[in-house]
């Protein structure tokens, strides 16, 4: 008797148990609306994961990544440019996917990040809109930082949005997320960083800083110094992390005129502090992990993927310890009077499944500055609760860039 079972194919739609890797593959699921993923690679690479291990996940995405890069430059070098051009995207994103999870201390962490960087770079010089790589001068360093012009732009001056992200995205992560769809809108677009962030981190170790004004001022005087720049119509947005550092930015720049939070983060001691379920920074000495021990943690008391956060959140902060960490993480907030200095107007963004502290920030930031203030909270039916909606990038994108176009209208 013959098997009738009927295989439509191989591919199963698993995720993992462990919730951060799971957020991390919706985060790369996410990417596939505007160029930076496939489905059915990612579903393939999570059954070749362990779940809820950091080496396997970077492993899984370090060799598909090589594999995409190989054949984007096969296509390339064949005169195949738009299929090169989406291959150099998908292996840029992949080789983010292999960086998020290495350590920092890991010298392959910088090479998978440079890695990601030529992909992308060699994906945008297919590309059918303007691009150039731009170095910022900041204090003693220069950051990176990319601007571009949406296709067939006119030679006259228009609406810029510029976008920094936060902890742990990229510029060519942002790129996928809000950069393209803020081109197709006829948006100039910069996207810059500043220190601590993942792309300046694969040129200078140099950790975070509060006053992100000092990286802010000097973007915003590259922006308008461009010839294409409306001076009325210039507006920043903040992602994860960055909606710290934009507001921040925007407290102390009156030449933005739009501010998009997503999310608004007045407080990033509290908001971190949540998430462990309670303040590190108030831990007895005697309880405290240092770097130095770290390594030799039992799994039972701290198991491999926290305590490989654990550590990056302490060389990204540039501490010592898990406790001097939280402490300076108390230095990343906003006061009133900060927040009373945005008079721009704002949209900060969240997702109804990030928690009680994020969701309370949002409404702190609402209440506090001086500008007309609207918010938006995207809803599990959407897809689009998670932070900074991974899972509906598009949607987020609409509710964003809507607003603006309005506000600039």
Not at 77 to 99: C, D, F, K, M, P
Not at 269 to 292: E, K, T
């Amino acid at each position: 008797m013959s098997d009738s079972t009927l295989e439509r194919g191989l591919t199963r739609v698993r995720g993992f148990d462990n919730a951060e890797m799971d957020f991390q593959l919706i985060r790369q699921l996410g990417a596939t609306r505007y160029g930076g993923a496939s489905v059915g690679e990612c579903l393939a690479l999570a059954r070749r994961i362990d779940d809820g291990v950091p080496a396997s996940w970077v492993s899984a995405f370090a060799a598909a990544a090589a594999r995409q890069e190989n054949d984007a430059r096969a296509r390339d070098e064949r005169g195949h440019a738009v299929s090169a051009r989406e291959q150099y995207l998908v292996a840029s994103n992949s080789y983010r996917a292999a960086e998020y999870y290495c350590g920092i201390d890991d010298p392959c962490h910088t090479q998978y990040g440079l890695k990601s960087r030529d992909c992308f770079i060699a994906a945008m010089r297919l590309q059918d809109h303007a691009f150039e790589v731009v170095w910022l001068p900041v204090d003693d360093r220069k950051l990176p930082a990319y601007y571009m012009r949406p296709p067939g732009g006119t030679t006259g001056k228009g609406k810029t949005l510029m976008i920094i992200s936060g902890y742990d995205g990229t510029l060519e992560e942002t790129y996928l997320a809000y950069g393209r769809p803020a081109l197709d809108r006829g948006y100039n677009l910069m996207l810059f960083t500043g220190p601590g962030q993942m792309d300046a981190m694969r040129f200078d170790r140099a950790p975070f800083i509060p006053d992100f004004e000092r990286v802010g001022t000097p973007a915003v005087a590259h922006v308008l110094a461009r010839e294409h720049t409306d001076p009325r119509h210039l507006a920043l947005m903040g992602i994860s992390f960055g909606g710290y550092f934009a507001t921040r930015i925007a407290a102390r720049e009156p030449r933005i005129r739009a501010l998009i939070p997503n999310s608004p983060i007045v407080d990033l001691h509290a908001y971190m502090a949540s998430f462990v379920g309670f303040d590190p920074a108030q831990i007895p000495d005697a309880d405290d992990v240092r770097l130095a021990d770290i390594d030799h943690l039992p799994p039972e008391l701290m198991p491999v993927q926290q305590r490989e956060m654990a550590r990056n959140l302490m060389l990204r902060f540039g501490r010592e310890s898990f406790k001097e960490t939280y402490v300076r993480l108390r230095d990343f907030r906003l006061t009133d009077a900060d927040l009373a200095n945005v008079t721009c107007p704002a949209l900060a963004l969240a997702g109804s499944g990030e928690g009680k502290e994020p969701l309370g920030q949002l409404e702190r930031f609402c209440q506090g500055i001086e500008g007309p203030a609207t918010s938006h909270i995207f809803t599990s039916d959407e897809g689009a609760d998670g932070h900074c909606q991974s899972g509906n990038l598009a949607y987020s994108a609409a509710v964003s860039l809507d607003w603006l176009d309005e506000i600039f209208a």
